[in-house]
């Protein structure tokens, strides 16, 4: 330490707000060169490769090929598949000294679905798993965080190639188990969720998630079991269709001035009535329009759900994509008089072929209170199946916590995580783009499909600090931390060379070592020991005249004395060897 | 190979010209994806990055430290160095979202001086040697010859900071002998050249070159030593100073029409003079004009030189540096009525307070036929010493094949050279830029001197690629080698089964082995095993009934017949372990 570049900080970088910021940043793993833009110091560095390591391990066992294409690209292959546009701001774009129109890379599709096809051309040549592990850029509009959200980060980005879907399916497993096995090696505490709706076919999407307070993305979890998902992605358990027989008939009641769901079931509660009403027996039905890709039209729908739930914008545009969504505005409603706001009901709605779709517990045989298509007018015990019967049903309403887990196990609270992994099973919109074939046994040519998966490397640091820290400073796990031990000598008499000496045993050894022989206060070297986080630390200090030195365990924080014939042993032993 | 992401190509690439390039992109190891922009496959990546560990064991060893910066840099501390400005359109420049500016980093001499600033304070931190191995870019005016001259590229670039001039010259020395120790680990054929006039200091800056008739740089070399040269850099020797007693008198002839040398050549000769004349015999003098940095005021300069010699303009612009030159024009002729032109002279120069500066070969004691400052006249004899005492010597004539080499041992020839390496004493031009002071032992701040040392690892593959192949392929070092060895097998009776079983044993002997099990002809097989250019061969054929099989040496082309039960031995022993 005497001669590594490195100094640590007293203080919190000002913009800092995360614990993987600070800490990375006072103990000198990265620094700042530009808005979202980091250094890796020579600590950082070797944390960094650790984890890229780990990575490249797991892909090369799932029979991933390591390749590396350029950050510069050039525009016409993200304009043949449109990403030149779609990727607004984010995408940094600039132009050679010739006018020519570049980008740097967020992520390669594009040229790894040209590569494959410079190269293959045969159903026998497939399937094929490509990775890169580079720098990736992305203009964020709020780079925050430090390294957990930058603009140049590090990225391991693969690629699989299939000639069916059935490949495509046993592909996508592959990488995620080789990702389980890496989050795993990592130490990470991570969720998996679909990160779509699933009306595109099952898992087509998961997202990886660090759990973490300070994280962007929100997620539901069950406390029972080991259910999460995007909020998106939920699945609303529907009740069973229950007998229409026996029920009371529908009736309209006169309810003045209840055009919001508490003034309705205020009123009914006056309303001397045989039973008292809640939120949940209110059946509210919401209009928005939508416009099909392609179409110019836009078209009415009607969303019926329990009136103590509102919709979800994120789940309704989930499960309509790629259809386009939109609120009403007073013209619509001023086109469709049959539309009585704060009493429209299903029976107009259905009358005039709106489409109407309805939450999963709205099933038959479920009877509710909703608008009677007249203002002041609500009509009670519309009995779903019998009254009315929907086009479907549409799963949008907001989830909350303690709602029944879909699995059955506990109730769903939310929860934060980072998004660490991403796998994707993008089908064949890229080979479409570029008419990737392969020709088939029978001399036909397939489109190939296509699977694309990604881990944040840098990010994935930050999130292993972000769990794993205490006040003190960064504790690493031993896969990725930059030594497995620090040795610490302090004093005058011999210690810092006695520390130097059992440094170069241990690295004799085959552990990786970090030795304080600095000239600098006890105080100070323990301090630094904490923040950098090394997992295992031997003091050699005042005990060194009676024969002792210290191990310690900078998880636990459990303290050994240990004779100082024995400390090599021991510390191995501590390293798990 | 089976499963590989390889595809070797039959034809050379249209717009391949050198051997590097046909054969990297024949043999499947980088391809185009813009112009100057390579993608790395499968065993390409694999060479790189056995370059670079090469690069990376040799940097630390002499202390270096390695980082990693970011590629995308903010404009404001190359303004304040002027590289934003200077490297013209060489550079990548580009906007956020924000509008604010960007580079793409060509070189980090910045962003480093800034990193040492942002740590370090006292004398006690340094030295410090900091490096990174990295993508560069640089937008060249013509990138060829595939990754020889990429646009974007990989590096290795380092950076010395030394608190006085003897710590910057032993972090150089250090860097070149590590230098020294990379480069022969590749097995590359180069040598060192001063890439400067010295006039800065001894060997400020040195190349390193790889010898190869496709090289961009011009060199000259000794026929019968070591020595090597930008000719930028060759020192003239001057003959020893004469005595100019006994010499005869200087006379004034007339000599009409011989404003050039081979005219008054001739017209001498044919004077019937005492002796005769060749070129070497005259003294030209060159007029230029020159203006020091900051100054607005060009002066004239007038050199003198051997008539058989032209000014070589690139050694003028070197020996001047950074005092700008320019060539007259008719209007500096008109203002200085004393330029006779064709018929200058020593003495209207020194006369008119022209600085005038002579070829070494103009020593004291040498006599010349030269210009009388008079249309259709000349002087003969005019001795140096005697008749005229030049401000000094300048040496800018053109180095001819021939010469005598500086060392005094051979004659120097011209050859070509690819740069692969570039050391340099960078002084304080950065961190007087940046203020980067060091507090010393007396309390006062020094300001901390640098060194920048490049290696170009791409460039690297390519030009062990230019010096190490045959019109059959690629013939790879064994150090950087995609494998150790390649175990061919052909045929159906077994031999590819038993190719994976002896490339498993051999694996099992740590030894990197590729094995050829695809379903393809022999010759196929063979040809691609000669254009891949791993070291060590395996066949495994038609031999293997009667208990052979083949070990080939890809270099020497040498074959040998080995019992099957003894290939895994000798296959070990072939590749030195």
Not at 444 to 469: D, F, L, N
């Amino acid at each position: 330490m005497s001669n590594l570049f490195l100094r640590t900080l007293r203080e919190d970088p000002a913009d800092a707000e995360v614990p993987s910021h600070k800490l990375l940043v006072r103990a000198g793993y990265v620094r700042r060169a530009a808005p979202g833009i980091y250094t890796w110091l020579p600590l950082g560095k070797i944390v960094l490769e650790n984890v890229a390591r780990v990575v490249r391990e797991e892909m090369n066992a799932i029979g991933g090929q390591e390749v590396l294409l350029p950050a510069l690209l050039p525009k016409e292959f993200y304009e043949t598949t449109g990403r030149w546009e779609e990727y607004g701001d984010t995408l940094f774009r600039l132009k050679d000294r010739k006018g020519a129109d570049y980008l740097l890379g967020p992520t390669h599709e594009e040229l790894f679905t040209l590569l494959v096809k410079g190269e293959y051309s045969s159903y026998k040549d497939f399937p094929v798993v490509l990775y890169q592990i580079q720098e990736k850029f992305r203009d964020e509009a709020r780079p925050r965080a430090g390294v957990l959200r930058g603009r140049e980060f590090h990225m391991k980005d693969s690629y699989s190639f299939d000639t069916d879907d059935e490949g495509l399916q046993q592909s996508y497993d592959q990488h995620r188990a080789a990702y389980i096995r890496i989050f795993d090696r990592l130490g990470l505490d991570y969720v998996i969720v679909s990160a779509t709706s699933g009306a595109m076919g099952g898992s087509a999407s998961e997202e990886f998630l660090a759990v973490a307070p300070t994280g962007e993305d929100t997620f539901v979890r069950s406390t029972e079991s080991d259910y999460a998902a995007n909020v998106e992605a939920v699945r609303t358990p529907a009740p069973a269709e229950g007998s229409v027989e026996g029920l009371p008939e529908a009736r309209v009641h006169h309810t003045p001035g209840t055009a919001t769901i508490q003034t309705l079931v205020d009123f009914l509660n006056g309303a001397g009535l045989d039973r008292d009403f809640t939120e949940a027996d209110t059946l509210k039905n919401v209009l928005v329009k939508t416009r099909a890709p392609g179409s110019k039209e836009w078209e009415l729908l009607g969303i019926g759900l329990p009136g103590d739930r509102e919709v979800d914008l994120k789940r309704l545009e989930a499960a309509l994509e790629p259809t386009e969504v939109a609120l009403l505005d007073d013209a619509d409603f001023a086109a469709n008089t049959f539309l009585a706001k704060g009493y429209i009901g299903p029976r107009a709605l259905l009358d005039n072929k709106v489409r109407y779709l309805v939450d999963p517990r709205v099933a038959t045989g479920t009877s509710w209170v909703t608008g009677a298509d007249r203002t002041d007018h609500h009509v009670l015990d519309l009995v779903a199946g019998r009254d009315f019967t929907p086009d479907g049903t549409i799963d949008v309403a907001e989830v909350r916590d303690g709602d029944a887990s879909p699995d059955g196990r506990g109730t769903l609270y939310t929860a934060r995580g980072i998004e660490i992994g991403h796998i994707f099973q993008l089908g064949r919109k890229y080979t479409d783009a570029f008419k990737l074939d392969a020709l088939g046994p029978d001399g036909k040519p397939r489109r190939v499909t296509m699977g694309s998966y990604g881990i944040g490397v840098s990010r994935a640091v930050a999130s292993v600090v972000e769990q794993s820290h205490d006040d003190k400073g960064i504790v690493w796990p031993r896969e990725i931390a930059p030594a497995d031990v620090h040795v610490v000598g302090t004093g005058k008499g011999g210690e810092v060379e006695e520390a130097l000496r059992i440094g170069g045993e241990l690295e004799a050894r085959g552990l990786r070592v970090l030795v304080d022989d600095r000239k600098a206060a006890p105080g100070v070297k323990f301090n630094d020991a904490e923040l950098l986080g090394i997992p295992t630390v031997v003091i050699v200090g005042r005990g060194l005249k009676d024969g002792l030195v210290e191990l310690r365990d900078r998880r636990t924080g459990e303290r050994t004395d240990v004779p100082v014939g024995e400390i090599v042993e021991s510390t191995v032993a501590a390293c798990g060897g």
